[in-house]
T-cell receptor, first 114, second 111 residues
Framework: GAGVSQSPSNKVTEKGKDVELRCDPI?????LYWYRQSLGQGLEFLIY????????KSGLPSDRFSAERTGGSVSTLTIQRTQQEDSAVYLC????????????FGPGTRLLVL | QQQVKQSPQSLIVQKGGISIINCAYE??????FPWYQQFPGKGPALLIA???DVSEKKEGRFTISFNKSAKQFSLHIMDSQPGDSATYFC??????????WGAGTKLIIKP
């Protein structure tokens, strides 16, 4: 049984470049979340997708961040014109229900902006 | 009011001892309180969760104690083992999809 997968596992980029992070949720899970985890910090909510509903983008820190979810499955988080403060672990989670219960997390993408 | 404050930031416990991590919240609308465990290089995984209609929930060596009047909840790990060494996060939600997370506690169990 496959869990949530994310790619790449690590990404090093130069300031000003764009990056794309990918999340493959558990098959059949309708809810998908993106979080950012900075060193020594808790998880910061970024965006939430549920089925065909409009996503909740309230956690995106700036307009340089965007995400999409194609066909209700795979999601891509895009960060444009990366800044050093974007360096963090980006975590994706999926859930079979729309509530807060049991989010299954991927291993994360570690992004380092030089 | 949306914050969940977690303490301590780090904790060292001897093998066999009791590990206790505390969280406090302000929003009385919160009604779901999970604890997640995260090992290095992995995403968090749900450990145990409680709703405010009970004061305690136990699963194996892990217990959540919930004090509604004090707006506090805590995780107790009995007979702590080196394999329990991880970062623990508390969180809270008011039955929508969004979890508000504590800052995490790095737990080290000394053999």
């Amino acid at each position: 049984g496959a869990g949530v997968s994310q790619s790449p596992s690590n990404k090093v980029t130069e300031k000003g470049k764009d990056v794309e992070l990918r999340c493959d949720p558990i098959s059949g899970h309708t809810a998908l979340y993106w979080y950012r985890q900075s060193l020594g910090q808790g998880l910061e909510f970024l965006i939430y997708f549920q089925g065909n509903s409009a996503p909740d983008k309230s956690g995106l820190p700036s307009d340089r961040f965007s995400a999409e979810r194609t066909g209700g499955s795979v999601s891509t988080l895009t960060i444009q014109r990366t800044q050093q403060e974007d360096s963090a672990v980006y975590l994706c989670a999926s859930s079979s229900a729309g509530g807060p219960e049991t989010q299954y997390f991927g291993p994360g993408t570690r992004l380092l902006v030089l | 009011q949306q914050q969940v404050k977690q303490s301590p930031q780090s904790l060292i416990v001897q093998k066999g001892g009791i590990s206790i991590i505390n969280c406090a919240y302000e929003n009385t609308a919160f009604d779901y309180f999970p604890w997640y465990q995260q090992f290095p290089g992995k995403g968090p995984a749900l450990l145990i969760a409680i709703r405010p209609d009970v004061s305690e929930k136990k699963e194996g060596r892990f217990t959540i104690s919930f004090n509604k009047s004090a707006k506090q909840f805590s995780l107790h790990i009995m007979d702590s083992q080196p394999g329990d060494s991880a970062t623990y996060f508390c969180a809270a939600s008011y039955s929508n999809y969004q979890l508000i997370w504590g800052a995490g506690t790095k737990l080290i169990i000394k053999p």
